[in-house]
């Protein structure tokens, strides 16, 4: 467990619950996780803290408290980032919980989301699309598709921001970038699905409550 005077040292940048893992987004988390993977239909707790190195310690605090599985763990010096997942939302709910406890945090004390940008790209060049696909882990860009590319800060409020974009429309996630700095997601589709997850997204972010 974590010693008291290590406590305050440890900020709660991101924690989200996501109720449950649209089919994509489960794919995207396995196409780039380390760990064990998950699938559609299992709720996940992504948690992201600064510095980053505690997150080794919340790992186990996690896995110690129920039965929940781990996705993805990223260790940065800056920041930490972790995602655990389970068929059971009781599960997964309670690791994240423990987490809280350990570092004697509230949900409250998480930061709230900020966007920086929130771009529509409409009718996007076959070049452009290629650019973008060079380096993407998820769907593909066509022609003619428009763009939905988002950043967000802290990070980890990028896959709840792509899971719940799916919800919303029929729309393709094309990338996911949730640990850094700033968190991203690129969304492609056609007009309507995308501007329709792209006012549903910014709408969820603007509810999450935080410091």
Known sequence: MIMDNTKDHIDLRTYVFLDSLQLQMA??????????LPVGGQTCCIVEI???I???????????????????????????MLEVHSDNQGDTRMAGEAILKSI?????DRLKPRILTSQLIKNVEDH????????RWGMMLLRGDTLFVLEVEPAGYAYYAANEAEKSANI?????????KFGRIYIGGNEADVLECKMTVEKRLAEISGK
């Open 54 to 80: 505690e997150i080794n310690t919340l790992t186990d605090v996690a896995l110690k408290a129920t039965n929940v599985t781990p996705g993805m763990q990223i260790v940065e010096r800056a920041f930490g």
């Open 50 to 52: 600064a510095p980053g």
């Open 27 to 36: 794919s995207y988390l396995s196409t780039v996780s380390k760990g064990y």
């Open 172 to 180: 393709n996630i094309i990338d996911v970038r949730g640990f850094g």
């Open 128 to 135: 452009h699309a290629q650019l973008i696909n060079r380096t």
């Open 104 to 108: 004697g945090k509230t949900e409250n």
